[in-house]
């Protein structure tokens, strides 16, 4: 597509369920990003891929949050046994280019997903 | 961790004027990107610099790479009623890395 495409835009859900959180990025661009941003605050880096390897989920948050990208296109973030403090935007990027290489920095961010975890 | 900090956090202007923003980090960068990022959107990468004391023009913007590397500053001129948003400015973890720091955001708000 044109852009990166986040689904779904908006997720309610209740404490203790499980969310899948799915990013398809531009057409061909080599990295992912996810990343989170609360309101009125900077995005938070969580994890990166590079084609279909997780380069990096240093910015995990616990054990609960989970990152996959199997076919280096798609990626589903997924969040198990939500609690309210994951309540939050998640935001997807995506990148022409991978780490390793002078880059422009540029990042292509989604629409985001709303989670609101009640 | 690297932190960026952002001054100031909010500003109310008028249409037409000048603005002026920036950005400090605890430790040093070897890019400065900045991002604007309107309302229910994603961040959009406006300007990015890559050596320190650099000064980059886009249209109105104007965006300089401080000399100790831990600053940068960004500039507006002629404010525009779309030029409401907030300003992130960001930085990779390291050079060439895209794995990026992002600021604590200055808020523009233009009063009619």
Same mark, same amino acid.
């Given at each position: 597509?044109?852009?990166?495409? @986040?689904?779904?835009?908006?997720?309610?859900?209740?404490?203790?369920?499980?969310?899948?959180?799915?990013?398809?990025?531009?057409?061909?661009?080599?990295?992912?990003?996810?990343?989170? @941003?609360?309101?009125?605050?900077?995005?938070?880096?969580?994890?990166?891929?590079?084609?279909?390897?997780? @380069?990096?989920?240093?910015?995990?948050?616990?054990?609960? *949050?989970?990152?996959?990208?199997?076919?280096?296109?798609?990626?589903?973030?997924?969040?198990?046994?939500?609690? @309210?403090?994951?309540?939050?935007?998640?935001?997807?990027?995506?990148?022409?280019?991978?780490?390793?290489?002078?880059?422009?920095?540029?990042?292509? *961010?989604?629409?985001?997903?709303?989670?609101?975890?009640? | 961790?690297?932190?960026?900090?952002?001054? =100031?956090?909010?500003?109310?202007?008028?249409? &037409?004027? $000048? !603005?002026?923003?920036?950005?400090?980090?605890?430790?040093?960068?070897?890019? +400065?990107? +900045?991002?604007?990022? $309107?309302? &229910?959107? &994603? =961040?959009?990468?406006?300007?990015?610099?890559?050596?320190?004391?650099?000064?980059?023009?886009?249209?109105?913007?104007?965006?300089?790479?401080?000399?100790?590397?831990? $600053?940068?500053?960004?500039?507006?001129?002629?404010?525009?009623?779309? $030029? !409401? #948003?907030?300003?992130?400015?960001?930085? =990779?973890?390291?050079?060439?890395?895209?794995?990026?720091?992002? &600021?604590? #955001?200055?808020?523009?708000?233009?009063?009619?």
């Amino acid at each position: 597509g044109a852009g990166v495409s @986040q689904s779904p835009r908006y997720k309610v859900t209740k404490r203790g369920q499980d969310v899948a959180l799915r990013c398809d990025p531009i057409s061909g661009h080599v990295s992912l990003y996810w990343y989170r @941003q609360a309101l009125g605050q900077g995005p938070e880096f969580l994890t990166y891929f590079n084609y279909e390897a997780q @380069q990096d989920k240093s910015g995990l948050p616990n054990d609960r *949050f989970s990152a996959e990208r199997p076919e280096g296109s798609i990626s589903t973030l997924t969040i198990q046994r939500t609690e @309210q403090r994951d309540s939050a935007m998640y935001r997807c990027a995506s990148s022409p280019s991978w780490s390793g290489r002078v880059s422009t920095g540029e990042l292509f *961010f989604g629409e985001g997903s709303r989670l609101t975890v009640l | 961790g690297q932190q960026l900090n952002q001054s =100031p956090q909010s500003m109310f202007i008028q249409e &037409g004027e $000048d !603005v002026s923003m920036n950005c400090t980090s605890s430790s040093i960068f070897n890019t +400065w990107l +900045w991002y604007k990022q $309107d309302p &229910g959107e &994603g =961040p959009v990468l406006l300007i990015a610099l890559y050596k320190a004391g650099e000064l980059t023009s886009n249209g109105r913007l104007t965006a300089q790479f401080g000399i100790t590397r831990k $600053d940068s500053f960004l500039n507006i001129s002629a404010s525009i009623p779309s $030029d !409401v #948003g907030i300003y992130f400015c960001a930085g =990779p973890y390291y050079f060439g890395n895209e794995k990026l720091t992002f &600021g604590t #955001g200055t808020r523009l708000t233009i009063i009619p």
